[in-house]
C-alpha cells in the first residue's frame, strides 16, 4: 500500500475557496467511497473534517466539502479563514482491513 | 465526552523494550476499534493498525506488521502499542484513535506520545 498523493502545499487569501487533490488507485479510492480528511494544526492532534467522502461531522464548519471523481478524492474550503491554515491529510480504506493516508499538504492562508 | 488519554513522552535507547497506551473515557470502550497512527518528525501521518478491545481482534497494516504489537485489556478500557526492540527510526508521535469499525474513520483523537529513540 503506498501513500495517497498529495499536493505539498496551497494556498490562498481569506474569503477564497481552494482545493486539495488526493490521488490514489483503484485499489483504494477508486474501488471505496470511504475517504476522509483530517485537519492537523501544528503541535496538536488530527482532527475529522470530511469522512465516507462528503460527509462533514457535527461542528464542522460547511464551508469544508468534499468529492471524489475515480481514483482522486478532493477537499474544497470555500471563504478561507485565518483558522483554516494547518496541514490536510486525506485517508482512504485500501482493503484487507487497512487504510493509508495521504502524504499530506500545507495550507497557507495569504 | 469522549475522550482518549495516551501516556506520556518516552525516551529510549536503541534495542529496549517500550509499551505506551490509551485510555478511553466517555464511550463504551469494547463497543468501538482503537487505531495507532505514527508521524515521523516533521512527515505525514501513517495508519500503523487497529484493535477491537472487545475480543482483541487485530489488524495491521503491512508496513508495521511483525515491527510492533498492538493489544488491549478492556477491564481498564485501555490499549497499547509496544515495541521489543526499539530502533532510531521508531522516534517519531504516535497517536491513538478511535473508530466505530474496519470500513470507518477515526473520530476522536488521543493527544499523542512521543517516543524518542537515541543512544
Known amino acids: 500500500q503506498s501513500a495517497l498523493t498529495q499536493p505539498a502545499s496551497v494556498s490562498g487569501s481569506p474569503g477564497q475557496s481552494i482545493t486539495i487533490s488526493c490521488t490514489g488507485t483503484?485499489?483504494?479510492?477508486?474501488?471505496?467511497?470511504?475517504v476522509s480528511w483530517y485537519q492537523q494544526h501544528p503541535g496538536k492532534a488530527p482532527k475529522l473534517m470530511i469522512y465516507?467522502?462528503?460527509k462533514r461531522p457535527s461542528g464542522v464548519s460547511n464551508r469544508f466539502s468534499g468529492s471524489k471523481s475515480g481514483n482522486t478524492a478532493s477537499l474544497t474550503i470555500s471563504g478561507l479563514q485565518a483558522e483554516d491554515e494547518a496541514d490536510y491529510y486525506c485517508?482512504?480504506?485500501?482493503?484487507?482491513?487497512?487504510?493509508?493516508f495521504g502524504g499530506g499538504t500545507k495550507l497557507t492562508v495569504l | 465526552e469522549v475522550q482518549l488519554v495516551q501516556s506520556g513522552a518516552e525516551v529510549k535507547k536503541p534495542g529496549e523494550s517500550l509499551k505506551i497506551s490509551c485510555k478511553g473515557s466517555g464511550y463504551s470502550f469494547t463497543s468501538y476499534w482503537i487505531g495507532w497512527v505514527r508521524q515521523m518528525p516533521g512527515k505525514g501521518l501513517e495508519w500503523m493498525g487497529i484493535i477491537y478491545p472487545g475480543d482483541s481482534d487485530t489488524r495491521y497494516s503491512p508496513s508495521f506488521q511483525g515491527q510492533v504489537t498492538i493489544s488491549a485489556d478492556k477491564s481498564i478500557s485501555t490499549a497499547y502499542l509496544q515495541w521489543s526492540s526499539l530502533k532510531a527510526s521508531d522516534t517519531a508521535m504516535y497517536y491513538c484513535?478511535?473508530?466505530?469499525?474496519?470500513?470507518?474513520?477515526?473520530?476522536?483523537w488521543g493527544q499523542g506520545t512521543l517516543v524518542t529513540v537515541s543512544s
Open positions: 465516507e467522502g462528503s
Open positions: 483503484s485499489s483504494d479510492v477508486g474501488s471505496y467511497n470511504l
Open positions: 485517508c482512504s480504506y485500501a482493503g484487507s482491513s487497512a487504510w493509508v
Open positions: 484513535a478511535r473508530t466505530g469499525g474496519l470500513y470507518e474513520e477515526f473520530d476522536y
